[in-house]
């Protein structure tokens, strides 16, 4: 097959025959992208010198002032012509998303061999910029290009999606999995190396806070004291309001101390966890709206609404002539900007019963479930949690069994003792 050069303006389309394809596109840029670097794909035209196909090629020619490659196909009839053009068309295959954002980059780090890399300060070298102009795009479109390049060199599974949404949806979920993976690896290795998954300190919480490193931290969970004088109004031993608690743990309930704990652990938690750190704070009922004002003051992301956690069907009260049973309570969701929930779609409440009185050790522990249930919604294996009032340390032992690596503190010797023989079982 010949390949001819010709005018351009010696090509015309047939009388009667208008071109099915009306929109050619950004003619402008294809014409200097021919003016640059030559037409590769010639037009096809009859022996009249009618368009058969490459109409876009053709106009970009023209106004390029070029040259145009030209080859031959022997026929004439009017109706076999648009059998061709619309064979020619409708089975020309475009990128796929991979493809296309592959091609992009090998383009751009071509033309940056070529030319240098540009250098803040100095002139020359290629730019985001220059590629953009290349092909007739925005530098945001090319920038979003390199991105999802790097995602399908990353995971090669990706050339199969058939949408560029697709690709990056996609691309989130196996980042989730990559990074449990690893996770996984980094927390096995380390029970392997027989190193510590877990660290429990006897201090005051306060102090310990203040020393905890910047960015350090993936997960808060913890459980401070309500500050509704609970050691006043809670049946204890004998069945009677205040007095000893059946678990030999006592606390001092105040309010205007635990409300200036939570305010604390609320600005030092914002700096202390990382920049997609999630967290659950265990809180009175009463002083929800307060609470999630003062964690927006530090600059947290607060859920709207509290957790759910349904107890039981029937629940106690002090004065049951009065008031209705406590069958609930709620927990505050917090989240940096940059978080992201991993299991999705999961409810804002959850069912499950406390701690059998017979079997707690602590006044106020709640149920490992309750908090694994809390965890598998946010955490990735391997991940830091930390839990400045941890009290028995069941969370401790839940982000242990979500496989994490976990810092529990508390001020009370005998929480930190019943701690510690918590987590010695677990480990045998």
Same mark, same amino acid.
């Given at each position: !097959? ?12 047939? #009388? ?13 840029? *294809? ?26 090629? *053709? ?14 196909? %022997? ?13 020619? =068309? ?52 090319? &920038?979003?290009?390199?991105? !999802? ?43 392997? %190396?027989?190193? %510590? *998954? ?15 490193? #910047? ?70 009922? /009463?002083?929800? =709206? ?50 992201? &929930? &991993?299991?999705?779609?999961?409810? =804002?409440?959850? /069912? ?18 309750? *908090?694994? =249930? ?35 503190? #508390? ?18």
């Amino acid at each position: !097959m010949d390949i001819i050069q010709t005018d351009p303006t010696n090509i015309k389309v047939a #009388d009667g025959h208008n071109r099915f394809r009306q929109d050619l596109g950004d003619i402008e840029e *294809l014409s200097k992208s021919i003016k640059r670097t030559r037409q590769i794909l010639p037009i096809v035209i009859n022996r009249k010198f009618e368009l058969i196909d490459g109409g876009r090629r *053709l106009a970009a020619c023209i106004l390029a002032g070029v040259q145009v490659k030209a080859v031959f196909e %022997d026929v004439a009839d009017p109706k076999e012509m648009r059998e061709l053009e619309l064979e020619a =068309n409708l089975h020309r295959k475009d990128y796929t998303p991979a493809e296309y954002a592959l091609a992009v980059e090998e383009l751009h780090n071509f033309k940056v061999e070529q030319h240098g890399a540009t250098t803040p300060g100095t002139s020359g070298g290629h730019t985001l910029e220059d590629t953009a102009k290349l092909i007739g795009k925005t530098k945001g479109s090319i &920038i979003n290009q390199l991105q !999802m390049a790097e995602m399908i060199k990353a995971f090669p599974q990706l050339k199969e999606a058939k949408k560029a949404s697709e690709i990056k949806k996609a691309y989130k979920g196996l980042e989730k999995v990559a990074a449990a993976i690893e996770g996984i690896k980094e927390f096995e290795q380390k029970v392997k %190396d027989k190193k %510590d *998954l877990f660290t429990l300190h006897y201090t005051d919480a306060i102090d310990h806070m203040s020393e905890v490193p #910047d960015n350090s931290v993936d997960i808060l969970l913890t459980d401070p004291l309500y500050g509704i004088e609970h050691d006043k109004i809670g049946i204890s031993v004998g069945g009677r309001t205040g007095g000893k608690s059946a678990t030999g743990i006592d606390f001092r309930d105040d309010k205007y101390k635990a409300l200036a704990s939570y305010y604390f652990l609320a600005k030092e938690s914002f700096r202390f966890t990382k920049y997609d750190a999630h967290g659950y704070i265990f809180h009175a009922m /009463e002083h929800f =709206n307060y609470l999630r004002d003062i964690f927006i003051e530090c600059g947290w992301r607060v859920y709207i609404k509290p957790f759910i956690w349904i107890k039981r069907e029937t629940g106690g009260c002090n004065v049951p002539t009065s008031w209705p049973s406590d069958c609930y309570e709620q927990i505050m969701y917090i989240r940096k900007d940059a978080s992201r &929930i &991993i299991k999705q779609g999961m409810p =804002n409440w959850i /069912e499950c019963p406390p701690v059998n009185p017979t079997e707690k050790i602590h006044k106020y522990e709640k149920p490992v479930l309750l *908090l694994e =249930n809390l965890l598998e919604r946010v955490a990735l294996p391997g991940q830091m949690l930390y839990d400045p009032f941890m009290g028995s340390g069941s969370s401790i032992e839940a982000g242990v069994k979500q496989k994490l690596f976990c810092t529990g503190v #508390d001020n009370s010797i005998e929480a930190y003792a019943v701690a510690l023989e918590r987590m010695s079982k677990l480990n045998d």
